[in-house]
Nanobody, 120 residues
Framework: VQLQASGGGLVQAGGSLRLSCAAS????????MGWFRQAPGKEREFVAA????????HYVDWAKGRFTISRDNAKNTVYLQMNSLKPEDTAVYYC??????????????WGQGTQVTVSS
């Protein structure tokens, strides 16, 4: 499975971005998907996850209400809509795929990351 993240960029605080992650080489609709991020000098951290159907979603507490994960299985793509962005959201954002369709936090495949920079 190959994952290609895109949609990052430079945005002012309070702005929005939508990240996309396109999958190929596997059966996208059978995988749960997740988004992670890594800021400079920090550990990679979990942001959000979505089950194969989209019926189940999980978020880290600080993302609730600001970020929304979704997927379009017809387009083999998972999205992360990020609103009310803050400078502390600056990081490289990665998408990842699990081997199964339910959320188990057992990610087998990783994309290359897309940079998000939020200016104050």
């Amino acid at each position: 499975v190959q994952l290609q993240a895109s949609g990052g960029g430079l945005v002012q605080a309070g702005g929005s971005l939508r990240l996309s992650c396109a999958a190929s080489g596997g059966t996208f609709s059978s995988y749960a998907m997740g988004w992670f991020r890594q800021a400079p000098g920090k550990e990679r951290e979990f942001v959000a996850a979505i089950s194969w159907s989209g019926a189940d979603t999980h978020y880290v507490d600080w993302a609730k209400g600001r970020f929304t994960i979704s997927r379009d299985n017809a387009k083999n793509t998972v999205y992360l809509q990020m609103n009310s962005l803050k400078p502390e959201d600056t990081a490289v954002y990665y998408c990842a795929a699990e081997r199964l369709g339910v959320i188990r936090y057992d990610y087998a495949y990783w994309g290359q990351g897309t940079q998000v920079t939020v200016s104050s």
